[in-house]
Each structure stands twice: as C-alpha cells, then as structure tokens.
C-alpha cells in the first residue's frame, strides 16, 4: 500500500471598487428675449420645374428691448417629409447671417432662401432659426409652385 496525501487550499478575494463621478453642469444661456423675423411667410409663387427663383431675403433682427446679444446656433430647412427634397434651399453666399453670429441690440442680419421645384405642384418647408432667444425654433413658411 502507497500513502496518499491530500492537500485542501482555500484562498479568500476581498476586492472594493469605489468610482466618483462629478461633472460640471453646462449652463443653459440666458434667453435674451425675441428675435424678430419678418416675413413669417415667404411664397415664391409659380416657378419652372427646374428652373431657380430670384433670392428672396427673411430678415433677422434683435430688437433694441432685448437684454443683449442674440446668438444664432441654427439655421436649417425642415421638411414635414424627412428625406423629401421639397426645392428650397438656403443661398450661404446671399446670407449675412450664420450659425454662431452674434447679434448686438438693434443688429439685423438676413438669410437668402431660392426655390427650385423638383417637380410640378405646390411645395412646402420651415426656415428655422434657433439661438438664445425665447422664440428660438419659430418656423417661416416657405411656398412654392412648380409648372
């Protein structure tokens, strides 16, 4: 007979993890107040398929009353159909304002805005301007016809 050992191990894992995490909020801006945009409605009326209208202009302007300076961070074509291409399009190089323009008191800036109907019939968008103001978002209804 051959003497057989036997050995018994026990290990223990004592393991603590502690993670803090803090973070510096990002303050939201202060809403200076309105912008006016004017007009509320821009309609291109009867335009050739294909063919591109003469510029028309949405005026930008942060009134006197305001608190300060009106800063864009936004300025885009919404279509109701996402995807759809309804023909509109805004003309950077015709444009004074632009995304991170800074509007003093008083100040205007304009956003020119073409249509090109990609087909026959009536075509609809939203010119949307948003920034530090209280009416940041408000659509300008854009409409046109192809022929």
């Known amino acids: 007979m051959t003497p057989v050992s036997t050995a018994t191990s026990t290990a223990t ?4 993890a502690t993670i803090t995490m803090t973070s510096t909020p990002t303050p939201t801006p202060t809403p200076v107040g309105p912008l006016g945009l004017a007009p509320s409605l821009l309609n291109f009326g009867k335009v050739k398929v294909g063919s ?3 510029v028309k202009f949405v005026n930008v ?3 006197h009353k305001n608190k300060g300076a009106a800063t864009i961070s936004g300025i885009e074509l919404r279509s109701q159909m996402i995807g759809y291409n309804s023909g509109f ?3 950077a ?3 004074t304002c632009a995304v991170g323009t800074a509007l003093a008191r008083g100040k205007k800036c304009r956003v020119a805005i073409t249509f090109t109907p990609p087909s026959v019939g009536i075509e609809a968008d939203n010119l949307m301007i948003t920034g530090n103001v209280t009416n940041s978002g ?3 209804e854009l409409l ?3 022929k």
């Open 138 to 140: 408000a659509p300008i």
């Open 89 to 91: 399009a805004i003309d």
């Open 13 to 16: 894992l004592t393991a603590t």
């Open 144 to 146: 046109g016809m192809g």
């Open 93 to 95: 190089s015709k444009s």
């Open 61 to 63: 302007v942060n009134p």
């Open 52 to 54: 591109t209208s003469a």
